[in-house]
């Protein structure tokens, strides 16, 4: 494992922010770390890249100890809030950067990454003048400047419009072929699913939840079936083998299963029961109906 804590725990004084927190994420794949605000997402970042230490609990980080610098060698952060020197041009920065990690081939790699983050053309710019994306573009080309094998990105799509938004999810794809672990925070619950081969659900400081992305959203299907032919005798028939049963108001079916291979039987079924088929059509749970069920209003 890339990451393995376990019951890692930060306390500021009487608040706990994270409580036993037990995490194992593989190495080569993009890791969504979910829960509302306040849960204790940053906090548990914090404690893996070695900025905050843990009030009790350990871990290891790419085979290392909490906080080894050899470690952090090998990390990329971008923080969910960062602020750089204003008078600085974007290649300022960068350069500035490459120095602090003893960068070799200094040019080609800060060249390949302002192309990766799509700011070729902009880096003699001062970032004070850049826009928020471009602000974001930024921090995400200090974060992979060293070419990391973990990279840790807490909101990196917050500032970015809907094209941004699908720059970062590439360059998030591109890392992963690359073979590169994700640590990924977002609030933008499409954009997790999208990217995330795992996810695991925080709420109140407490991991609730954590489970393979296909596993989550593969629990149940929720099924529409237009048909002609389902008698009153068939429907209560059906309504006894399949509690979640409902008519809808244009005359419509639904009904939730457990798995997709019963879609084929149910459809031979009603057929061989003299029905007309016009539609069934499957529904999965998005991330989102997940993330309610689980860290929603009731938690």
Partial sequence: ?????????????????????????????????????????????????????????????LGRPLGDVSAREKMG????????????????????HAQLIKLKNKKDQIGRILKLVGLDGQEKYKVGSYSKGMQQRIGLACAL???????????????????????????????????????????????VEAVCDSVTFIHKGSVVKSAR??????????????????????????????????KLADGSLTVTLNDYEEIPSLAASLISKGVTLYELTPHRETLETVFMQIVGEEG
């Fill in 1 to 61: 494992m890339i990451i393995e804590t376990h019951a890692l725990t930060k306390k500021y004084g009487n608040k706990t922010a994270c409580d036993q927190i037990n995490l194992s994420v593989e190495a080569g794949q993009v890791y969504g770390f979910l829960g509302r605000n306040g849960a204790g997402k940053s906090t548990c970042i914090k404690m893996l890249t070695g900025l905050v230490f843990p009030t009790s609990g350990s871990g290891t980080v």
């Fill in 145 to 191: 400047l060293s070419n990391p094998q973990l990279i840790f990105l807490d909101e990196p799509t917050s500032a970015l419009d809907p094209i941004g938004r699908k720059d970062v999810r590439d360059i998030i794809v591109a890392l992963k072929k690359e073979g590169a672990t994700v640590f990924l925070n977002s609030h933008l619950l499409s954009e």
């Fill in 213 to 246: 992305m296909d596993e989550l959203l593969m629990t149940k299907i929720s099924l529409t079936i237009r048909a002609q032919g389902i008698t009153e005798e068939l429907f209560s028939t059906l309504n006894k083998q399949h509690e979640s049963l409902q």
């Fill in 77 to 96: 952060y971008l923080p969910e809030l960062f602020r750089y020197q204003d008078w600085m041009t974007g290649l300022d920065l960068l350069n500035f």
